[in-house]
């Protein structure tokens, strides 16, 4: 009596409808979760995720399809047909997220570095500042290269910084992002090291060098950490750079200063529907095949970027006028410098139109401008049949050999802007005359 009422509450079709749905709400539970770790600020997605995430889409799919078998009176046979049929097409799709992730087809940038997919749309950061923790050890990581970081006493890729200025030393300050700090090269070739080199080749050993750039960063950061750091060591010259990426990238995802809120920072809001992009790869085909969606636009239409951009220009140029009043109050001056990416070298063209910027920042006393673009063509001959030799051909961050390049032009530039911080290069050509 027991095994035969055992037996019937199995069969049961009430049984079932219970237990198809409890399959369904572990299903949507998943997905939920996933969501709700997307949410957290810089979370990141792998292959466990993405595993996570068709088993919970799976979930769903069996438990909807159990509850429509549930009401319908088919044939053992057909019911067995159908359940064949289905867990195929799971198998098959199963088998295409694998395919699509080991192919990299739609493979973010960011998981080309690490391996997993985090949002440009930061949800919120408590620190206002992109500076590591002080004497700590990280490493540059990309597809083709492994390069260790050392962080100085302040945090920066650099030397530790001496508080005690010199009487006659000249400060020279480098803030920009991970062409600054050097990704792609060992430590000792990144620019700004490869500049200290040229300066003190040149027996100018007056003039100290300080890298503070961070992977990451974009001038909207640049005055939080010269006021929040930089000018408690009195620099004399500041050299900012800043290119297509920062505005295409940075400020299209973080916006301008109001970013800044107080004790933390925040970007702009990605689409909700973000985290499944994240989690699937299938998803990401259908979005991008069907939709023309992808992270190379941050989810933005063209029109959508372009009208973004536009809004942007008169933050951007804000930031930079903070910048010039933080230097006109401390006696500092500003090298202005405008890097390409490889592309941008290959066409001999910027991806962007700064003349809304370099038209204003003409008009403050405390800028000079350098383009990194002519001096790459014109005095090295860099060009697309040999941009390879310069840049990474995957990663796109320059290789020692194009931080060299750099360091020379940044040297022409403070040469051409500030020839009086120089007197001892100049007095030895005096003498070899």
Not at 102 to 108: E, H, Q, S
Not at 227 to 237: C, E, L, R, S, Y
Not at 247 to 253: A, E, K
Not at 341 to 364: G, H, K, P, Q, W
Request: proline share 4%; glycine share 6%.
């Amino acid at each position: 009596m027991g095994m035969s009422t055992l037996k019937s509450i199995r069969l049961s079709p009430v049984f079932k409808k219970i237990i198809a749905l409890v399959i369904t709400a572990a299903g949507i539970f998943g997905l939920y979760f996933m969501y709700w770790y997307f949410e957290k600020p810089y979370a990141a997605f792998g292959l466990l995720h993405g595993l996570f995430c068709f088993f919970s889409m799976a979930l769903i799919a069996t438990g909807l399809l159990l509850l429509v078998l549930s009401f319908l009176q088919l044939t053992k046979e057909t019911t067995q047909q159908t359940a064949t049929v289905f867990f195929t097409l799971i198998f098959s799709l199963f088998i295409a997220e694998l395919a699509l992730r080991a192919l990299g087809v739609n493979k973010a940038y960011i998981e080309s570095r690490n391996g997993k997919y985090v949002t440009a749309y930061v949800k919120l950061d408590k620190h206002p500042m992109l500076i590591n923790e002080p004497h700590t050890n990280t490493f540059l990581i990309a597809s083709e290269y492994r390069y260790p970081r050392h962080h100085n006493n302040y945090g920066f890729s650099d030397v530790d910084f001496v508080s005690q200025k010199k009487t006659d030393e000249i400060i020279v300050q480098t803030y920009g992002d991970s062409f600054t700090e050097g990704d792609g090269a060992p430590a000792d070739s990144c620019y700004p090291a490869q500049l200290r080199q040229l300066i003190n080749a040149n027996a100018n050993n007056r003039i100290t060098i300080q890298n503070f750039g961070i992977c990451g960063n974009d001038p909207g950061f640049y005055t939080k950490e010269l006021k929040g750091v930089g000018q408690n060591f009195k620099p004399d010259i500041l050299v900012l750079s800043y290119g297509s990426g920062d505005l295409n990238t940075d400020f299209l995802t973080r916006g301008g200063l109001e970013r800044f809120k107080g004790d933390y920072w925040k970007g702009f809001d990605g689409p909700e529907w973000e985290w499944m992009y994240a989690g699937s790869y299938l998803f990401r085909l259908f979005a991008n095949s069907l939709f023309d969606v992808s992270w190379l636009n941050f989810f933005l239409s063209p029109q959508q970027k372009a009208d973004r951009i536009k809004q942007l220009e008169p933050k951007w140029n804000e930031t930079f006028l903070q910048i010039a009043e933080v230097a006109r109050q401390n006696n500092i001056r500003v090298l202005l410098l405008k890097k390409p990416e490889r592309y941008e070298v290959d066409l001999n063209s910027y991806d962007n139109d700064f003349t809304f910027f370099e038209t204003m920042a003409d008009t403050i006393p405390v800028f000079k401008r350098m383009d990194l673009l002519p001096y790459y063509r014109d005095s090295l001959h860099m060009k697309k049949e040999n941009s390879v030799q310069y840049y990474w051909p995957i990663d796109g961050h320059h290789n020692a050999r194009g931080y060299s390049a750099m360091a020379k032009g940044v040297y022409a530039g403070l040469q051409r802007s500030y020839p009086e911080i120089f007197p001892i290069l100049d007095s030895l050509k005096t003498q070899r005359e």
